[in-house]
């Protein structure tokens, strides 16, 4: 007989949730249109995506998270490095990752 950590196995269901929910995102909830213009935000879709406090990541500084974005290949990895590094999001940030959402689209 073994013993299981119940809460522990409760947290991670719960991470798992999160992670089903990002990844049943439709490209609609991934940007929306400003001012009527083409301009694409990810900010306030992938915040209303119904995730809870994302699951921080070791404090990586503007530099280290905007060559992350520029080197994503999907949306889908975008999408997790936002939610990964939410709390260190800044303007700067999302226009570059708005610009990647963008290429990737091509």
Not at 14 to 21: F, L
Not at 38 to 54: C, P, W, Y
Not at 63 to 76: F, K, P
Request: aromatic share 6%.
């Amino acid at each position: 007989m073994k013993w299981i950590d119940l809460r522990a196995g409760w947290e991670v269901a719960k991470v798992c949730k999160e992670v089903r929910a990002v990844r049943n995102l439709s490209a609609g909830q991934l940007y929306t249109a400003i001012g009527g213009k083409n301009d694409q935000t990810l900010n306030k879709i992938l915040a209303s995506g119904g995730m809870s406090a994302a699951p921080t990541a070791l404090a990586w500084g503007v530099d280290e998270i905007g060559a992350a974005i520029v080197s994503v290949v999907t949306r889908a990895e975008l999408a997790d490095l936002w939610a990964r590094h939410q709390g260190a999001w800044t303007e700067e940030l999302t226009q570059l990752a708005t610009e990647r959402f963008a290429e990737l689209a091509s």
